[in-house]
């Protein structure tokens, strides 16, 4: 099984809409626990909304939603 570097790697040597989703993914997650109360706010609406436009097929909010889950999993994993 790929790590997360691994992943993040393989995404940034590729220029897809999905790629690009999914490095977001990961640095969005990456960048939660820094933020303030409002940002955190924000950031679950946005969150929200990638997650409906992936259900549509979106292939950004596809990769986005990859990534956030493989960043959440990393972090599970190492705890």
Known sequence: MKTLEEKLKYNSLKHTDFSFGYKLGV???KDYPKLK???KR???KL???YRELARDGNEISKG???GYRDAANDRKVKK
């Open 27 to 29: 640095q969005i997650y």
């Open 37 to 39: 109360e409002k940002g």
């Open 42 to 44: 924000e950031l679950v």
């Open 47 to 49: 969150v929200d909304g």
């Open 64 to 66: 986005f939603m990859c």
